[in-house]
């Protein structure tokens, strides 16, 4: 039985976390787990040291390009170590070429079409919710500055714990897998509630 090649791509934000293995280890132990219950291997691993802000990542380039040059799906830990903008997101899924992408905090979701088409949706939401959030951020600092409240600076008191604001993210990104579940669920058995797919698609796992 032929095993499905896979590119692994692993981002880490600073040089510290890549000398230390600080977050690497546990997005490479993320990939194992997957590949251990999803016939395949790795052929191929990349590794960035760069912000998730950026766009112009060569490691990245890299791998879409051995994706494309040996017919391999693109695996990532998780849907945040490979961006957090829509547009850049789905240029990303697009050149991974016919294997497509796969994410392995969401395991649900296929590579191949369907799960372009599912990558696309969320991307979609995710930016949505994130304009949602700056716009009420905003509107809130206005009305605080209005009321004479002066913005900005460290002024004593406690600072913001940033292991419990991962948290805070990492439980946002979790609660967003539990809301798209439902879609993926009814997509895998070929009932997709807006009517235009159908079982006869040849759903790839």
Request: charged share 25%; aromatic share 6%.
């Amino acid at each position: 039985m032929t095993q499905q090649p896979f590119i692994s791509y692993f981002r880490v934000s600073t040089e510290k976390q890549g000398r230390s293995g600080l977050g690497l280890e546990a997005q490479q132990e993320a990939v194992a787990a997957y590949l251990a219950a999803h016939p395949g291997r790795v052929i191929a691993s990349f590794v960035e040291v760069e912000s998730g802000k950026r766009n112009d990542r060569p490691e990245l380039a890299k791998a879409l390009a051995a994706c494309k040059l040996k017919g391999a799906t693109l695996i990532v830990a998780k849907l945040d170590r490979l961006a957090r903008n829509a547009r850049f997101l789905l240029s990303v899924v697009e050149g991974t070429g016919d294997g497509g992408v796969v994410f392995c905090d969401m395991p649900q979701i296929p590579p191949g079409p369907v799960g372009k088409f599912l990558v696309t949706q969320m991307a979609a939401v995710g930016e949505l919710e994130a304009g949602l959030i700056s716009a009420r951020t905003k509107a809130a600092l206005v009305a605080a500055k209005a009321r004479g409240k002066v913005l900005g600076g460290y002024r004593g008191g406690p600072k913001a714990d940033t292991a419990l604001a991962a948290e805070a993210r990492s439980r946002q990104a979790d609660d967003f897998a539990a809301r798209v579940r439902p879609l993926v669920d009814d997509l895998r058995a070929g009932e997709c509630p807006c009517g235009r797919l159908r079982s006869g698609w040849g759903l790839r796992v």
